[in-house]
């Protein structure tokens, strides 16, 4: 591959007063960091964390200038890896890419081939991102819940921020293998859509994370994906149902709640953590193939994807950052 290649990416550059900019930028291949295959890049989903990379003083970017972008999904087009050769369809979440590691935001990529996976039979480049980290996180959230004695005969489940990724994708997946799902969410004028994605019933926030002063609440939900965390946890880990989990992924809502042990000596709750980023390649592989296959969460696929270009970037970022996007956001590249 010609070196002078030019190709499109966005860039993050820290100004004089540690404030960050970003721009989309002309590169070339030698500017991208080392790894051991070089991916054309297809799509890229947008996330949160992306969000969070674009602003000062996040943790997520320590040096400038940089490409962000979490996911990613294309084509290999040069490869020392033994598992992968020019042509293979791929896709990379998580690990280092888009924190330390130059991510997806860009029209090439090069990454270590370890992170990678094969695009799976039954999702395109676009279908994988469009599931990206949200729907994966989702799936592994569904995945413990299951492995920790969740079944579809033991009452509704909760979503909480079900208009968002992770959110909208739990709603889907719960609803496409059999299970009574609740939808919780901040933007109630969303219920309807959120009904067609497979909820039974949409509350709003509010009615999901009052607290009660006693110790346990009624039991209401067999289980609860949870990707907002914050002081709401608290309040729902009163309402679970005996023997029940709560898979938590996420800190949109703050990283802080309050609880005590009754729910857990009481009710033998189960709270369970959910990482994407570096979980084990066998689950990662595991879940991307049910992801294409039988868990593929049609209904979001089908009503709940925007495609960007690189330029929309920063005023997206910005809507994420504030709470405001509905579905997932994906940059065609």
């Not at 953590?273 to 570096?278: A, P, T």
């Amino acid at each position: 591959m010609n070196t002078i290649l030019q190709f499109q990416a966005f860039v993050l550059r820290q100004d004089d007063q540690g404030g960050v900019q970003s721009a989309v930028e002309s590169l070339r291949l030698d500017q991208l960091p080392e790894g051991d295959v070089l991916v054309q890049v297809s799509h890229s989903g947008v996330n949160y964390k992306d969000g969070l990379a674009s602003i000062p003083n996040s943790s997520i970017v320590r040096r400038y200038p940089f490409i962000p972008g979490i996911d990613l999904a294309g084509t290999v087009v040069e490869s020392t890896h033994p598992g992968f050769k020019p042509g293979d369809g791929v896709l990379c979440t998580g690990y280092e890419l888009g924190v330390s590691h130059e991510g997806g935001f860009s029209q090439y990529a090069r990454v270590k081939g370890d992170w990678l996976l094969h695009l799976p039979d039954g999702l395109s480049p676009r279908d994988a991102m469009a599931i990206g980290t949200a729907g994966f996180t989702a799936a592994l959230s569904i995945a413990a819940l299951i492995r920790n004695g969740l079944s579809n005969d033991q009452g509704p489940v909760l979503v909480t921020g079900a208009t968002g990724g992770v959110g909208s994708f739990a709603v889907s997946i719960l609803s496409r293998l059999g299970y009574s799902v609740t939808a919780s969410t901040g933007k109630t004028s969303h219920a309807e859509w959120l009904k067609r994605l497979g909820a039974e019933d949409v509350l709003s926030r509010e009615e999901t994370a009052a607290d009660s002063r006693k110790a346990l609440s009624s039991q209401k939900w067999a289980a609860v994906v949870d990707p907002v965390g914050g002081s709401q946890l608290g309040s729902l880990l009163k309402s679970v149902r005996y023997g029940g989990s709560i898979a938590v992924s996420g800190m949109t809502g703050g990283g802080a709640f309050e609880t005590t042990v009754f729910p857990f000596i009481l009710r033998g709750i189960n709270l369970l953590g959910i990482d994407s980023v570096f979980c084990p390649l066998e689950v990662r592989t595991s879940i991307w193939e049910k992801l294409a296959d039988e868990w593929k969460p049609e209904t979001v696929l089908a009503e709940g994807i925007t495609e960007y270009g690189l330029t929309d970037l920063p005023g997206l970022l910005q809507t994420i950052l504030a709470g405001e996007a509905v579905g997932r956001s994906v940059v065609r590249l």
